[in-house]
C-alpha cells in the first residue's frame, strides 16, 4: 500500500494537469504546512521568524514546468528577486533552485546563461546559491554545469543524492573543486540500474558519503531527517575533532521542528529548505511519497 501511495504521488508531481489545478484552488489541503507561501514577501516573513530562533535558511522559488525561454528568463528573474528581497530584508538565508527552472530542458546554454545572472547577483550581495539535483536523466548535465559555473564563481555549491551508484565516485571527482555540497538520500524514482533499490543501502552509502566528504576537509551540509544520520555525523565530527563551522544540518520546512531547535540549541548551525511560489505542486506530491504518513496529515485538512 505505501509503495503504491509513493509511486502515484511520483506521478502526480509529473502531471502538468495537476499543477494547473493546485494552481486554481492554491495553497490548500495541507500544503502550506510544506511551502512558505506564493509570494516572495511570504517566504521573507517565514525566515524571519526561524532566524529568530537561531535557524538559517534557504530559499527555493519553487519552478518545475518551465518549456519556453521566456519563462526560463522569468523564472531567473525570481531568483534575482529573492536575492535581493534577502539583501534588502537582512535574513539569514542563502538561495537553492532547480536548473529545470532555468531552462534546462530547453538549451544547455540558456540555463548557463541564466545561472550567471543569478550567481553575479548573489556575488554582490555576498550570498550563496545551491543548485538542486534532480532525477538521474539531468546528473550529468547538471555536474558539467556546475562544473563550468566553478572557473568563475566561488559562491555556488550543489546536491549530491546517496541513493545514486555513482555518488561515491561524483564527489572523489569534485573533491579537486573543494566543492561546497549538500549530501541527501533522493526523493526521485529512479530505475535499480542506477541507484540502490533498498533503503538500508541508500542509507549505508549517505553515511560513507558524509565521511568521504567531510575528512576531504570540504564544507558539508548534510540534508536529513533521520536521527541515526544526524547522530551518525556528530559522532564523526567528534572523533575527528571536525569543527561546528566546517558543516551544517539542512532539514525541509514544516518536518521535524522538534529536532530543528534541539539540535540549534546543541550548537549546531541548522539550515531550514523554505519552498515558496505558485509552482508548488511537484514539490507538495515529492512530500508526500517520501512519507506517506504525511497523507494523514492532509486529509485531516481536507475536512476540517
Sequence with gaps: ???????????????????????????????????????????????SKLNADGRVATLDHLGEFVFSEAEAAESADMCIQTLDAIASSGVQSNMSLKMTSLGLDISKELCVSNMRRILNRAKMHNNFVRIDMEDYAHCQVSLDIYRELRQEFDNVGIVIQAYLFRTEQDIADLNELKANLRLVKGAYKESPEVAFPEKKDVDENLKRIIKQHLLNGNYTAVASHDEAIINYTKALVQEHGIAKDRFEFQMLYGICEDLQKQLTEEGYKVRVYVPYGVDWFGYFMRRLA???????????????
Design 290 to 304: 517520501e512519507r506517506p504518513a504525511n497523507v494523514w496529515f492532509v486529509l485531516k485538512n481536507m475536512f476540517k
Design 1 to 47: 500500500m505505501e509503495m503504491m501511495l509513493r509511486n502515484m504521488f511520483q506521478a502526480l508531481g509529473k502531471s502538468r494537469s495537476a499543477n494547473r489545478l493546485a494552481k486554481k484552488y492554491g495553497l490548500r489541503f495541507g500544503a502550506a504546512r510544506f511551502v512558505a507561501g506564493e509570494t516572495i514577501k511570504q517566504s521573507i516573513e517565514a525566515v
